[in-house]
């Protein structure tokens, strides 16, 4: 199983980002799919999945500012944040599982990506 991010840096406070997860084939059609972040010093954080039929579920932390979102074609996962603030200055990884149900409990995820930082600046 293999999860590859990209799209994290550096950004103003109130700006976007969109992270990118990029799935081996057998995981991206079989897995719940999902976002965790660690921020310095906090634990983990389960922010964003989407199950292998498509339902999104969020944390009420990014909820109403984030979108996860799937490319077919390419196997890849994203997660759209609109308007970030500070508190959402954290590593961001990809996650994967093939097992149920699927949600925000990070507890729930068996293969991960490397991670991707995210660092906004108020």
């Known amino acids: 199983v293999q999860l590859v991010e990209s799209g994290g840096g550096s950004v103003q406070s109130g700006r976007t980002l969109r992270l990118s997860c990029a799935a081996s084939v057998y995981t991206y059609g079989n897995h719940c799919m999902g976002w965790v972040r660690q921020a310095p010093g906090k634990e983990l954080e389960g922010i964003a999945t989407?199950?292998?039929?498509?339902?999104?579920t969020y944390a009420d932390s990014v909820k109403h500012r984030s979108t996860i979102s799937k490319d077919n074609a390419n196997n890849t996962i994203y997660l759209q944040m609109n308007s970030l603030k500070p508190e959402d200055t954290a590593m961001y990884y990809c996650?994967?599982?093939?097992?149920?149900?699927?949600?925000?409990?990070?507890?729930?995820?068996?293969?991960w990506g490397q991670g991707t930082q995210v660092t906004v600046s108020s």
């Open positions: 996650a994967a599982d093939p097992g149920y149900p699927c949600g925000t409990n990070y507890r729930i995820f068996r293969y």
């Open positions: 989407m199950n292998v039929y498509g339902t999104k």
